[in-house]
């Protein structure tokens, strides 16, 4: 059987087809060739092999060779016998031509439909650059045209490569293919587009995520880790300059908490928020960077820094006079300034803020809430 496989198989058989193919010629072989009713069955076995997807693998006239000797073994063995049966072996002589005759006749179908699809490419080749040539205004339908031939051939898969310059190939001379050639089919350009929106997706959903990860969700000021990026990004564009950082927080948040509810502990953050940025302007940092601590980073010196804490007071006390709420609303501000330099260390510049900080909450008041006459 291990010859008669290496025999029937193709070169380059997929050595995974050797078990199929056995079943498929043990079935066979175990019909009693001897006998007369063994024709139809011989006939459904080998129809069933050729419908299979292993027949492409197998040799048609190897098949009919190894059949042929089988059968020969069959006769000889026979004849051996003392008392040889004349029957069995016009049968097996019988059943040695049917299978000759049913293998033949697949090889000679085989090669019909080899010579008809040969047929349909040749045909089909020039039809594609006819229609390619009558629609050369249009480029969708020039693509497509070629396209949907190659389909009609049976391709699973085709691509356009498209020369950078027109390139004339003649007859009997040898083809040399261009170094650079360019793809794209429709479907290519189909898929280009979806990845082309897919990509601003991500970029957009990227934006939101840093903007998430960088922002502080109850002022929309930037959070500790976003403030120190922007703050190290700043120094880097600014070399040389000066640079003012300035810390305010909110006065007695504890009390308003306390006294008031979270919830106006929050309204007192959010509203301290929007007086530094209003005051620092859109050329400024703000960050904050603990429950009721900010810091302010931007270009300008000490007395660009007094300035903003005066303006800070001011609307503070714009608000405080106007305001409805039992409590003040206050923040206590100190600063500091450094010159923009590589290796500046970011974090002591921020330590001696703090300490001008700690000395004006000296002067703070005593209690946030409101004496009412």
């Known amino acids: 059987m291990k010859e008669f496989l290496e025999e029937i198989l193709v070169e380059n058989a997929d050595m995974s087809l050797h078990g199929k193919v056995q079943e498929y010629l043990q079935s066979i ?9 063994s024709e139809e069955n011989i006939k459904r076995s080998l129809q069933k092999l050729f419908n299979s997807d292993i027949s492409k693998c197998i040799s048609g006239h190897s098949l009919i060779k190894v059949f042929d000797r089988f059968t020969d073994e069959c006769v000889r063995r026979e004849l051996q016998k003392e008392n040889a049966d004349k029957r069995a072996i016009e049968n097996l002589l019988l059943r040695k031509r049917q299978t000759h005759d049913k293998i033949l006749s697949h090889i000679i179908k085989r090669e019909k439909e080899k010579f008809s699809t040969f047929q349909q490419e040749s045909w089909f080749v020039p039809l594609i ?3 390619m040539l009558c629609h050369m205004d249009d480029e969708r339908e020039f693509y497509r045209r070629s396209l949907v031939k190659l389909q009609a051939l049976g391709a699973e898969a085709s691509y356009f490569y498209i020369f950078e310059h027109p390139t004339a190939h003649f007859r009997n001379e040898e083809w040399h293919c261009p170094k650079r050639m360019y ?15 897919l990509v601003r997706e991500i970029q957009e959903k990227n934006e939101v995520l840093n903007f998430i990860s960088e922002s502080d969700a109850l002022t929309g000021c930037m959070n500790h880790r976003g403030f120190i990026e922007k703050t190290l990004q700043m120094n880097r564009d600014h070399e040389g300059e000066e640079l003012l950082i300035l810390f305010a927080d909110l006065d007695h948040l504890k009390e308003i ?4 509810g979270h919830i106006e502990g929050d309204f007192s953050i959010r509203h301290c928020a929007e007086v530094l940025k209003k005051v620092v302007g859109a050329d400024g940092i703000v960050g904050r ?6 810091c302010v980073v931007t270009l300008g010196n000490l007395k660009d820094g007094q300035q903003i804490i005066e303006r800070i007071r001011e609307e503070s006390d714009a608000f405080n006079c106007t305001s409805d709420k039992e409590y003040y609303v206050e923040l206590s501000a100190g600063c500091t300034s450094v010159i923009c330099r590589n290796g500046l260390v970011i974090a002591d ?20 809430k409101k004496i009412r006459l």
């Open 29 to 37: 072989m175990e019909v009693d060739f001897r006998t007369s009713g």
């Open 129 to 131: 650059s006819r229609d």
């Open 183 to 197: 793809q794209m089919s429709e479907e290519q350009k189909t898929m280009q587009r979806k990845l082309e929106i």
């Open 257 to 260: 908490n306390d006294s008031f």
């Open 289 to 294: 960077i603990g429950g009721d601590e900010f």
């Open 349 to 368: 510049a921020l330590r001696e803020a703090d300490r001008a900080l700690y000395e004006v909450k000296k002067l703070r008041r005593n209690s946030v």
